[in-house]
């Protein structure tokens, strides 16, 4: 395992539609973590994972967005009917921190364009 | 909003010289982690420094740490055309039962051949 994956790693859709990306984290972590980040500025925190548990939800991610990790390894994002503001680059990470905070591993991001 | 803002907003330099990165943050912090972006792609980790650690090294990096200022400064000798990229500073906080990382804005390095 080489590190953190994301699929796809680019994706077009029309206003409306529904997408959904996946994330494969590093396989020994049982931390996972999704972020946002628009052109220009630094990722934003959406959600976290510690092993299929979803312990953390920002304020960034509304009705439309749901994500899962149903077996405590890979994770997935949903957005439904997408909006032009939900064009952006999705993140995941992930960490094997079992008390404090270390670094994360990142994925290259999915670049999710909203026509 | 974001906990860190880095400063400047855009840094370019020649080959050879050092480039220095600062970052402010607003809360108190556990630690603070610079990582690495290339355009495009994912983020790569440098360094994390300690509340209770004032300076740190690691290769070409020097991070150090204020927390009576609230700020941290990254510098990267003899730089490369490769260590283009952005930098952002990231700050940890107790959120919930979890802890995350907040992100700044970035500093996009353009190191000239």
């Known amino acids: 395992d080489t590190g953190v994956s994301q699929d796809p790693r680019h994706k077009i859709t029309k206003r409306g539609q529904n997408v959904t990306f996946r994330c494969d984290p590093i396989s020994e972590h049982n931390r996972l973590y999704w972020y946002r980040q628009t052109l220009g500025q630094g990722p934003e925190f959406l959600t976290y994972?510690?092993?299929?548990?979803?312990?953390?939800k920002s304020r960034l991610l509304s009705d439309r967005f749901s994500a899962e990790r149903p077996k405590g390894s890979f994770s997935t994002l949903e957005i439904q009917r997408t909006e032009q503001g939900d064009s952006a680059m999705y993140l995941c990470?992930?960490?094997?921190?079992?008390?404090?905070?270390?670094?994360?591993?990142f994925g290259p991001g999915t670049r999710l364009t909203v026509t | 909003s974001q906990q860190g803002e880095e400063d400047p907003q855009a840094l370019s330099i020649q080959e050879g010289e050092n480039a220095t990165m600062n970052c402010s943050y607003k809360t108190s912090i556990n630690n603070l982690q610079w990582y690495r972006q290339n355009s495009g792609r994912g983020l790569v980790h440098l360094i994390l420094i300690r509340s209770n650690e004032r300076e740190k090294h690691s290769g070409r990096l020097r991070v150090t740490l204020d927390t009576s200022k609230k700020s941290s400064s990254l510098l990267i000798t003899a730089s490369r055309a490769a260590d283009t990229a952005s930098y952002f500073c990231a700050t940890d906080f107790i959120s919930g039962s979890a802890r995350q990382l907040t992100f700044g804005s970035g500093t996009q390095l353009t190191v000239l051949p």
């Open positions: 994972f510690q092993n299929e548990a979803q312990l953390e």
């Open positions: 990470a992930s960490s094997l921190a079992p008390g404090t905070i270390i670094e994360q591993y």
